[in-house]
């Protein structure tokens, strides 16, 4: 009875120490922003799967739940969802559904990342490393193929730890995610080998054994990773960018500061018309060349463009416009971007080709679609657009996320090896709190840096900013407020080794980790 009781002591530890380093990792990102935690924070789930426990799903379920259900926690800002004309009961049940599914959707990666760990509890350290980061990266890479993907371990340095966010130029978010990985996996190795040490040694010496014992070589090796990936992230960052008054472009952006409760409703369309159109004669007086808007800054169709103010004063002052509305594809409509030329004509489009789960579609339509009733704003159902789309404008080749976008960096490589020289970013998280929209802004200063972009980024209620090809926020809007704002931003054709080869580094980690285990 008392070794059973002991065992279920033991266990209540461990998983206590997994939801507690989970947690930990959880805050690192908006709205608390302890960016530094996330060096240390996996560390003790590594130790837990490789030393202290045959059965690693638990422990790590629990880890991933914390984290995600923490960073993510915003998601509930979609209750109540009766802007979509949904009801409270199912809209609750949908919130719940929708936080939940993504905490254990992420449970479920880490969980098979400790399978897998497990594996390596009798292999050499340094390739428990090398393959608990490989393995790391792929997951987080099968992930980001997923229509549900937004909580990388890289994000966790955004928008704190610039420096090392530009290692984001050689293989996208991989890097820095593998070097997040790896001193977490090097500070475990370091303890699990003083504890070794100290399983030798008894008593009077257990001081001593502490200072032999943990300042080992696995420490020095995280601390000497850590320092030298921030000199490698420094050097970049310090490299200077060419501002060449050729490739000048001075942008605006509105915010219209729009409920989604009333967006739909004449009150709000009737706002929308009015507080765009003010925006952009204010910014056109200013003499910017193009004023970009939100996503779904007009709720119709552009079909329906040249009935408005807003497309006359265009006409009037000949100055460029990227306006957020829908666009039509047979029976559906696609959530959209346009360039408006100065004679008012629609020039170009972009349409949204990663929409939100259950907020913009419904998947597995024909068992679910009963449940809900109706999540888009209009009677047909919106589709995804085309992965492999290009947005000219007058002055070049743009780089378009929309909203959700942002969290796939993939979608911006293309569109920058394809020639793409700044980046228009159009959002609308007006439906959430200001710890999403601080997270989505996160999102897109990773974005410039791996792509080496001028950002322009234009939201409903918040935070709209401008953002150099360093990552560093020139200006960033109020929360829930009505705002203009016009920058000078600059074009660049510049194409850096991650925007020419994507993430070459998760795959040569594997590879690596596939040999390392071979010649063992």
Same mark, same amino acid.
């Given at each position: 009875?008392?070794?059973?009781?002991?065992?279920?002591?033991?266990?209540?530890?461990?998983?206590?120490?997994?939801?507690?380093?989970?947690?930990?990792?959880?805050?690192?990102?908006?709205?608390?922003?302890?960016?530094?935690?996330?060096?240390?924070?996996?560390?003790?789930?590594?130790?837990?799967?490789?030393?202290?426990?045959?059965?690693? +799903?638990?422990?790590?379920?629990?880890?991933?739940?914390?984290?995600?259900?923490?960073?993510?926690?915003?998601?509930?800002?979609?209750?109540?969802?009766?802007?979509?004309?949904?009801?409270?009961?199912?809209?609750?049940?949908?919130?719940?559904?929708?936080?939940?599914?993504?905490?254990?959707?992420?449970? +479920?990666?880490?969980? +098979?990342?400790?399978?897998?760990?497990?594996?390596?509890?009798?292999?050499?350290?340094?390739?428990?490393?090398?393959?608990?980061?490989?393995?790391?990266?792929?997951?987080?890479?099968?992930?980001?193929?997923?229509?549900?993907?937004?909580?990388?371990?890289?994000?966790?340095?955004?928008?704190?730890?610039?420096?090392?966010?530009?290692?984001?130029?050689?293989?996208?978010?991989?890097?820095?995610?593998?070097?997040?990985?790896?001193?977490?996996?090097?500070?475990?190795?370091?303890?699990?080998?003083?504890?070794?040490?100290?399983?030798?040694?008894?008593?009077?010496?257990?001081?001593?054994?502490?200072?032999?014992?943990?300042?080992?070589?696995?420490?020095?090796?995280?601390?000497?990773?850590?320092?030298?990936?921030?000199?490698?992230?420094?050097?970049?960052?310090?490299?200077?960018?060419?501002?060449?008054?050729?490739?000048?472009?001075?942008?605006?952006?509105?915010?219209?500061?729009?409920?989604?409760?009333?967006?739909?409703?004449?009150?709000?369309?009737?706002?929308?018309?009015?507080?765009?159109?003010?925006?952009?004669?204010?910014?056109?007086?200013?003499?910017?060349?193009?004023?970009?808007?939100?996503?779904?800054?007009?709720?119709?169709?552009?079909?329906?463009?040249?009935?408005?103010?807003?497309?006359?004063?265009?006409?009037?002052?000949?100055?460029?416009?990227?306006?957020?509305?829908?666009?039509?594809?047979?029976?559906?409509?696609?959530?959209?971007?346009?360039?408006?030329?100065?004679?008012?004509?629609?020039?170009?489009?972009?349409?949204?080709?990663?929409?939100?789960?259950?907020?913009?579609?419904?998947?597995?339509?024909?068992?679910?679609?009963?449940?809900?009733?109706?999540?888009?704003?209009?009677?047909?159902?919106?589709?995804?657009?085309?992965?492999?789309?290009?947005?000219?404008?007058?002055?070049?080749?743009? +780089?378009?996320?929309?909203?959700?976008?942002?969290?796939?960096?993939?979608?911006?490589?293309?569109?920058?090896?394809?020639?793409?020289?700044?980046?228009?970013?159009?959002?609308?998280?007006?439906?959430?709190?200001?710890?999403?929209?601080?997270?989505?802004?996160?999102?897109?200063?990773?974005?410039?840096?791996?792509?080496?972009?001028?950002?322009?980024?234009?939201?409903?209620?918040?935070?709209?900013?401008?953002?150099?090809?360093?990552?560093?926020?020139?200006?960033?809007?109020?929360?829930?407020?009505?705002?203009?704002?016009?920058?000078?931003?600059?074009?660049?054709?510049?194409?850096?080794?991650?925007?020419?080869?994507?993430?070459?580094?998760?795959?040569?980690?594997?590879?690596?980790?596939?040999?390392?285990?071979?010649?063992?």
């Amino acid at each position: 009875m008392k070794s059973l009781e002991k065992k279920l002591f033991s266990s209540l530890h461990l998983y206590t120490l997994s939801l507690i380093s989970g947690l930990l990792m959880g805050v690192t990102v908006a709205p608390v922003g302890a960016w530094f935690l996330a060096w240390v924070a996996l560390a003790p789930l590594w130790v837990l799967v490789v030393k202290y426990t045959k059965n690693t +799903i638990p422990p790590a379920f629990l880890w991933a739940i914390a984290y995600h259900g923490v960073a993510l926690s915003w998601i509930t800002g979609i209750y109540p969802m009766d802007w979509l004309g949904v009801p409270a009961l199912p809209a609750l049940a949908i919130t719940l559904f929708c936080w939940s599914f993504i905490s254990l959707w992420g449970g +479920i990666l880490v969980s +098979i990342w400790a399978v897998l760990m497990v594996r390596l509890d009798k292999q050499k350290p340094w390739l428990r490393v090398l393959v608990g980061t490989g393995l790391w990266c792929a997951l987080e890479s099968l992930w980001s193929a997923s229509p549900l993907w937004w909580s990388s371990l890289a994000y966790t340095q955004s928008p704190h730890n610039l420096v090392i966010l530009h290692l984001g130029q050689l293989s996208g978010t991989s890097t820095v995610t593998a070097v997040i990985v790896a001193v977490n996996g090097l500070v475990a190795e370091a303890w699990i080998y003083y504890e070794k040490l100290t399983q030798r040694r008894k008593g009077a010496k257990e001081e001593r054994n502490f200072r032999e014992g943990f300042v080992n070589r696995y420490l020095f090796a995280a601390f000497s990773l850590l320092m030298i990936t921030h000199f490698i992230g420094f050097i970049i960052y310090n490299q200077p960018i060419d501002k060449l008054s050729k490739q000048a472009l001075k942008i605006g952006v509105v915010q219209g500061n729009i409920p989604n409760k009333i967006k739909l409703l004449p009150e709000g369309f009737n706002r929308a018309i009015t507080g765009y159109t003010e925006g952009y004669l204010e910014l056109a007086n200013q003499g910017v060349n193009g004023v970009l808007t939100p996503e779904g800054a007009l709720p119709i169709y552009e079909s329906n463009f040249s009935n408005t103010p807003l497309v006359a004063a265009i006409r009037e002052k000949a100055v460029v416009a990227w306006i957020g509305a829908f666009g039509k594809r047979g029976k559906s409509y696609t959530n959209s971007l346009f360039t408006v030329f100065g004679n008012g004509e629609v020039t170009s489009r972009y349409d949204k080709s990663k929409l939100v789960p259950l907020g913009e579609y419904i998947p597995f339509e024909q068992i679910l679609g009963a449940l809900v009733q109706r999540l888009s704003p209009l009677d047909e159902h919106q589709v995804h657009g085309s992965p492999n789309q290009v947005f000219d404008t007058p002055f070049g080749r743009a +780089i378009v996320g929309i909203c959700y976008e942002s969290a796939f960096p993939e979608i911006f490589r293309r569109q920058a090896l394809k020639g793409g020289q700044f980046i228009l970013s159009s959002s609308n998280d007006a439906h959430y709190t200001s710890a999403m929209s601080d997270q989505h802004h996160a999102q897109d200063i990773m974005r410039a840096i791996e792509t080496d972009r001028w950002a322009v980024r234009a939201t409903n209620t918040g935070y709209s900013a401008f953002v150099d090809p360093h990552g560093r926020t020139l200006w960033k809007s109020g929360y829930n407020t009505y705002e203009t704002h016009a920058e000078t931003i600059y074009r660049r054709q510049t194409q850096t080794l991650y925007v020419r080869w994507g993430d070459w580094l998760m795959p040569l980690l594997l590879i690596l980790g596939f040999l390392g285990w071979v010649l063992l």
